[in-house]
């Protein structure tokens, strides 16, 4: 069955409209937690990582104010997307590592993954 | 140059070929390696993890080379529910918090056909 549970799967909105997806480690504790963003035929590109308790870090030429991350809980990490417009259109996808943290052959388990269209 | 690189394809075989996706990586420090696949608008799943003597899962074999930088993938007797994209991904960092943080290649298109 699935770990990571990430919702919602699917949202449309207008375009200035801010939306946010949520994704949750089901059964485990996720201390990180990674978002990824695919654009059709094409790669996952790592956005931010998400830290509980702490700032998110962000990959370059990602807008920290435009994708605001939360990671309030062990168990739930948040991404909105600000005043969303067309270009950011895409396949939302979180990830977290299912297993001892220290151990980096441990592989991430992903999300369902949640398709933004923006009109 | 890119830090995770696959051939693109498509591949298209038939069902019971067997069919090999290669991949290298351009940072000789990289830690960990996977093969995911991806299903067309899905999220990706770990198909297995790469180990250094080469493992095997089933019709799946992974191999790593290391001095090459290189990764494969063997598909035995392929199915048609083997078409898929497949990633091949790379743990570039090995300490701190960002252990968890992959690149991914492109991915490799397999379309496996009657």
Redo the contacts between chains.
């Keep these: 069955g699935a770990v990571v549970s990430q919702h919602p799967s699917r949202v449309i909105c207008k375009s200035g409209t801010s939306v946010k997806i949520e994704c949750r480690s089901l059964d485990f504790q996720a201390t990180t937690m990674f978002w990824y963003r695919q654009f059709p035929k094409q790669s996952l590109m790592l956005m931010a990582t998400s830290n509980e308790g702490s700032k998110a870090t962000y990959e370059q030429g990602v807008e920290k104010d435009k994708f605001l991350i939360n990671h309030a809980s062990l168990t739930l990490s948040t991404l909105t997307v600000t005043s969303a417009h067309p270009e950011d259109s895409s396949f939302y996808i979180c990830s977290a590592r299912f297993g001892l943290s220290s151990i980096i052959n441990s592989p991430l388990h992903f999300g369902n993954g949640t398709r933004l269209t923006v009109t | 140059r890119k830090e995770v690189e696959q051939d693109p394809g498509p591949f298209n075989v038939p069902e019971g070929a067997t069919v090999a996706f290669n991949c290298t990586y351009s940072n000789s420090a990289s830690?960990?390696f996977?093969w995911y696949r991806q299903d067309c608008?899905?999220?990706?799943?770990?198909l297995m993890?790469v180990y250094s003597s080469g493992n095997e899962d089933g019709r799946f074999t992974a191999q790593l080379n290391r001095a090459s930088q290189y990764i494969s993938l063997l598909i035995r007797d392929s199915k048609l529910s083997d078409s898929a994209t497949y990633?091949c991904v790379v743990?570039l960092n090995?300490g701190g918090?960002?252990?968890?943080?992959?690149?991914?290649?492109?991915?490799t298109i397999l379309t496996v056909h009657p």
Excluded: V
């Design positions: 830690q960990s996977f608008r899905k999220e990706p799943k770990l993890s990633l743990n090995a918090t960002s252990y968890g943080k992959l690149t991914f290649g492109q991915g």
